[in-house]
């Protein structure tokens, strides 16, 4: 069964990046599509972004400018980074992935990343 | 985008009651949608995987259909357990989207 578990910075202040990593356990890696999703506090949830089995990265357009996400295959591990934040930033970042058809399966743990000054 | 649009955004209940929450997508995708229940300061928990496969352990009182631009969940007697919100995420095509929530309250 995989399991996800995230970590990264909890606090930063406007203009710096905020950087998440999610790593894998329990299961493959390779072949899947992993996916970040953040939730800002009290509202909806939004997807970020996704890395396919193959390297391909897809972003939401309302974020593209300043986001990356990669993987490190050799730990299990992908990452994602975002650029220039401001306190609309501030959310739960949540790590997910899962196979072909099914990309959402698994989640992390989510991590709560505050931007303020 | 595709834009998914939930209804209701809130909406009260007693336990017992039968509940039907309404996900409807600005263009056909198939049965790409997902459903999530999220309590409190929790992860969101998958219902309901390709528009009406049923989650292994989600109780069998949980029901998905639809297919195409509208879909719904159905519980069909609430239990004190479920008061929580509810999304929708389409997963047709990049990038994948949310509906805005239903909050369900007792």
């Known amino acids: 069964q995989v399991q996800l578990q995230q970590w990264g910075a909890g606090l930063l202040k406007p203009s710096e990046t905020l950087s998440l990593t999610c790593g894998v356990y329990?299961?493959?890696?390779?072949?899947?599509?992993w996916s970040w999703i953040r939730q800002p506090p009290g509202k909806g949830l939004e997807w970020i972004g996704e890395?396919?089995?193959?390297?391909?990265?897809y972003y939401n357009p309302s974020l593209r400018s300043r986001v990356a996400i990669s993987v490190d295959s050799s730990k299990k591990q992908f990452s994602l980074k975002v650029t220039s934040v401001t306190a609309t930033d501030t959310a739960v970042y949540y790590c997910?992935?899962?196979?072909?058809?099914?990309?959402?399966?698994?989640w992390g743990q989510g991590a709560l990343v505050t931007v303020s000054s | 985008d595709i834009q998914m649009t939930q209804s209701p955004s809130a909406m009260s209940a007693s336990v017992g009651d039968r509940v039907t929450i309404t996900c409807r997508a600005s263009?056909?995708?198939?049965?790409?949608l997902d459903w999530f229940q999220q309590k409190p300061g929790k992860v969101p928990k998958r219902l309901i995987h390709?528009?009406?496969s049923l989650e292994s352990g989600v109780p069998s009182r949980f029901s998905g259909s639809g297919s195409g631009t509208e879909f719904t969940l159905t519980i069909s007697s609430l239990q004190p357990e479920d008061f929580a919100t509810y999304y929708c995420?389409?997963?047709?095509?990049?990038?994948?989207?949310f509906g805005q929530g239903t909050k369900l309250e007792i």
């Open positions: 329990g299961g493959s890696f390779r072949g899947y599509y």
């Open positions: 890395i396919t089995h193959s390297g391909s990265t």
């Open positions: 390709a528009a009406s």
């Open positions: 995420l389409q997963y047709k095509s990049y990038p994948y989207t």
């Open positions: 997910a992935g899962g196979i072909f058809g099914d990309f959402v399966h698994y």
């Open positions: 263009q056909d995708i198939s049965e790409f």
